[in-house]
């Protein structure tokens, strides 16, 4: 059981270069999330997805750009990536968004723009 | 807006040296209380949900309470292994994300 996994595990990137990175979960959960993780910040929510082609907007949106045509996969695109976005990335999941539904996580990706 | 402060930041104990984390939150109508836990270098791990106050839950050492401003995450006799940061997250009602806290780094030294 492959659960939920994120792919580049690590990233370096330069500045003003644009970078994908894939989330894939074999649960078949309908909601998906993007977090990123920082010193002094703790988790915060990028963007999530209710279900394919249904996204929202989170805490921290600007400079990212979410797509979901399968259930299974949410990739987190970063356009022209900036230093501000050096970060660890998780991808989570969960069966529903009623709220009382765990969110599972994948083991993350260092990103890093040089 | 929901807000969840964690405290200690940071706390170091002795193997077998029985503490608590706190975790203040504040929240229109709270739907769920959760618990994960994260080693360095891996996704946080769920652990615990809580759901109204009075509710505990108990997994191993660890064992969860919920208060209505706040939940406790106590580690009885704790192991070198439970060394991790504890993560608490809120969710309110009418949303679908959580709001998360900045965590409890805890060291158990042998």
């Known amino acids: 059981d492959a659960g939920i996994t994120q792919s580049p595990r690590y990233k370096i990137t330069e500045t003003g270069r644009q970078v994908t990175l894939m989330c894939h979960q074999t649960?078949?959960?309908?909601?998906m999330f993007w977090y990123r993780q920082d010193l002094g910040h703790g988790l915060r929510l990028i963007y999530y997805s209710a279900a394919a082609d249904i996204t929202d907007k989170g805490e921290v949106p600007d400079g990212y750009v979410v797509s979901r045509s399968k259930t299974e996969n949410f990739p987190l695109t970063l356009e022209s990536a900036t230093r501000s976005q050096t970060s660890v990335y998780f991808c989570?999941?969960?069966?529903?968004?009623?709220?009382?539904?765990?969110?599972?996580f994948g083991p993350g990706t260092r990103l890093t723009v040089l | 807006e929901d807000q969840v402060t964690q405290s200690p930041e940071a706390l170091r104990l002795q193997e077998g040296e029985s503490s608590s984390l706190n975790c203040s939150y504040t929240v229109s109508g709270l739907r769920g209380l959760f618990w994960y836990r994260q080693d360095p270098g891996k996704g946080p791990e769920f652990l615990f949900t809580?759901?109204?106050a009075g509710e505990e839950k108990e997994k191993e050492r660890l064992k969860a309470t919920l208060t209505k401003k706040e939940s406790f995450l106590h580690i009885t006799a704790p192991k070198p292994e439970d060394s991790a940061t504890y993560l608490c997250a809120v969710i309110g009602s009418g949303y679908s994300t959580l709001t998360f806290g900045k965590g409890t780094m805890l060291l158990v030294s042998p």
């Open positions: 649960w078949s959960h309908s909601y």
């Open positions: 809580l759901y109204s």
């Open positions: 989570a999941s969960s069966i529903s968004g009623r709220g009382t539904d765990t969110q599972y």
